[in-house]
Each structure stands twice: as C-alpha cells, then as structure tokens.
C-alpha cells in the first residue's frame, strides 16, 4: 500500500500491556497472518525480564497501519502492509541504536525493511526460512501411534533444554542460546511444553497463547533417533486437540515449505495452511 511518510506518526511504548491493548484490534483483523507477532507481544507480559527493546506503531490519519516488535538480541518482527511504515520503522530503529539480528514477517515487508536497513547501517541480509502458516478449527484427527501426552515438569528441565540446544543448531538459527535459555526453562517449569511418551521421553512440543481464545504451537522437535515413528504428529493432534477442548477457538503453527514431510503430516491432522512468514538474517559483511 503506497502511502507518503509525510502525514506518520510513530508512537513508542515502554510496557508491554499499553502496547498490546494499543495494537491488537490491528492485529486481530488478519489474526493469521500476524499470529507470530501477537505471540511475542503477549510473551512479553510474562516473562519482559526488564528489556524493552523496541515496541512502536506507526500511525495516518490516526489510524495504525503498521505494528514492529524487537526484543533485544531477536529479530523484529513486523506487520502492517505499508511500504513507506516499513521504511518509517527501518528508520526509526537505527536512529535509536536498535541492532536486530533479523526481520520477520510478510514477504514484501521483509525485504523493504531489510534493503532498508542495509541502506541505513552497512548490515547485509540474507533469507533464512520461508515458513508457511497452519491454522486448525476443528478438533483433529488423532493418529493411531503407541505412546500418550503429558506435560512437562521441572524434572524435564535437563533433557529439554538439550534437545532445545539441538533443534537451535539443527535450524542454524542465530539467537542466542543463553539469551532463550531462561525463558524456555520457565516453559519447562511451568508445563508449557507438551511431551509424547513411549516407555520414555520421544519428542516435544512447545505451546503459548496469542490471545485469551487462540494458542500457537511450537518448537516441534524429535531426536533423530525418535523420528519417522508418528510422534511428532500424535503430539501435535493431541497437543491441538487439548488446546481446543480448554478454550481455545484455533491453533497456529508453522512448517518450513522446504520440509514437505511436516506439512504433509499436519495437512493429514486438520490444519490448513494460511500464508508464508519470511525470517531474513541481517549481519555484517565482515562479521
């Protein structure tokens, strides 16, 4: 949508619940699309650990037209559909000394901000995963695969966080492992991480709200040793199916396009596809 940066605003917050209440009937009109960011808004509620980072909407014609959420040492996440609010946002960040590690969101705004960016600051870019969005209504279909769910405790903390270190590097994701390290132990801890069992520990599955009604699934991982037995995805429908019977009215979750095997499987469970997220890595060339 082409608009002319003359006539925004945009208007920073210090706490997460003003930003939140300030931006979610914006997020809410494509609540798929934009499932990802309203997640890492709603996070910070819980577990802010005293960083602010970058929290801003940018504003025409006192309407919002774009939301940006960075937390420090992540990647921004974006949502809105104006080039020139991209831009804006680009700006802004680097003005404020912002340093995301990457950008995520649609398509077009990920490439605007980043080819932004690299205008602003030097940083290259680079495309790290096409994600593809999953919605699911309905109460899933259950797979016929020995084991049953629980959920985790702080006596999972161990091999949790182990098999967290695993699917950090197995993505070559380039967050800070001590950086995620405490916030997913409270996950552990606070039995926000489904865990499928079959005589012993076989995968896992991460859950959060989005909102008071809408739950998002993830990480999804399985130790190599574990894989190609159906656990994942007895997880994941029984995870998905627990999630709706507690009052939740949709689940989200994500697959890498590149990875036709988990889109197949969560296809067969009920969820339907919605659209792509980008993650592009912003980073020096020297570096």
Request: charged share 20%; aromatic share 10%.
């Amino acid at each position: 949508m082409a608009k002319c940066q003359a006539s925004m605003q945009i208007i920073h917050y210090n706490d997460p619940q003003s930003f939140i209440a300030a931006s979610l009937a914006f997020l809410m009109r494509d609540e798929a699309a934009n499932n990802l960011i309203m997640g890492a808004i709603r996070r910070r509620l819980v577990h802010s650990d005293g960083q602010r980072g970058y929290m801003a909407v940018v504003v025409d014609a006192d309407e919002i037209i774009a939301v940006a959420d960075w937390q420090l040492r992540h990647g921004v996440l974006l949502a809105g559909d104006s080039t020139a609010a991209i831009r804006l946002l680009a700006q802004d960040m680097a003005s404020q000394g912002c340093e995301p590690i990457g950008v995520v969101g649609a398509q077009e705004n990920v490439l605007i901000f980043a080819q932004s960016w690299q205008d602003l600051t030097g940083y290259s870019y680079r495309q790290r995963f096409q994600l593809r969005e999953h919605r699911l209504t309905a109460l899933p279909v259950l797979p016929e695969v020995s084991g049953h769910m629980r959920f985790s405790t702080a006596n999972d903390r161990t091999l949790l966080w182990r098999w967290m270190q695993a699917f950090i590097q197995e993505l070559r994701m380039v967050d800070d492992p001590e950086v995620l390290k405490p916030v997913f132990l409270r996950s552990v801890d606070e039995a926000k991480l489904a865990l499928w069992e079959q005589e012993q520990t076989v995968a896992m599955a991460g859950f959060r709200a989005i909102a008071d009604d809408a739950a998002r699934i993830g990480p999804v991982f399985t130790p190599p040793e574990h894989r190609r037995l159906g656990y994942a995805g007895a997880l994941v429908a029984n995870l998905s199916y627990w999630l709706l019977e507690h009052g939740n009215r949709v689940c989200y979750l994500s697959t890498d396009v590149s990875n036709p095997t988990s889109n197949a499987i969560y296809r067969r469970i009920g969820y339907e596809p919605t659209h792509d997220q980008y993650h592009f890595d912003l980073y020096q060339l020297n570096g």
